[in-house]
């Protein structure tokens, strides 16, 4: 069983940055496939960005391509997504989830989501 926790989420300006983390526990995150998804009011759940357990492979939806950068320390257990130049569409409830199979759209694991604001 893995356990995920995410932080970083609130209220930022269009155009300001925020860095969400996802903090794993009671497995390793070493050999798993981490990817986060959004979910804003109204809306259904999308794909954001991904990582290989490797950190190799990392897919972006085309809507953050150039200002979402993922990263995984896997030292630490904890997946990172730097959000820069962020856009009032960015507002929603950013989840983590975690797989041992890459690039599922349906991982096994998730987390609670924490929420973004953008403000415009």
């Known amino acids: 069983q893995v356990q995920l926790v995410e932080s970083g989420g609130g209220l930022v300006q269009a155009g300001g940055s925020l860095r969400l983390s996802c903090a794993a526990s009671?497995?390793?995150?070493?050999?798993?496939?981490v990817a986060w998804f959004r979910q804003a009011p109204g809306k259904e759940r999308e794909f954001v960005v991904s990582?290989?357990?490797?950190?190799?492979?990392?897919d972006y939806a085309d809507s953050v391509k150039g200002r979402f950068t993922i990263s995984r320390d896997n030292a630490k257990n904890t997946v990172y997504l730097q959000m820069n130049s962020l856009k009032p569409e960015d507002t929603a409830v950013y989840y983590c989830?975690?797989?041992?199979?890459?690039?599922?759209?349906?991982?096994?694991?998730w987390g609670q989501g924490t929420q973004v604001t953008v403000s415009s």
């Open positions: 989830a975690a797989d041992r199979v890459i690039r599922t759209m349906s991982p096994t694991y």
């Open positions: 009671g497995r390793t995150l070493n050999n798993y496939y």
């Open positions: 990582i290989s357990w490797s950190g190799v492979f990392r």
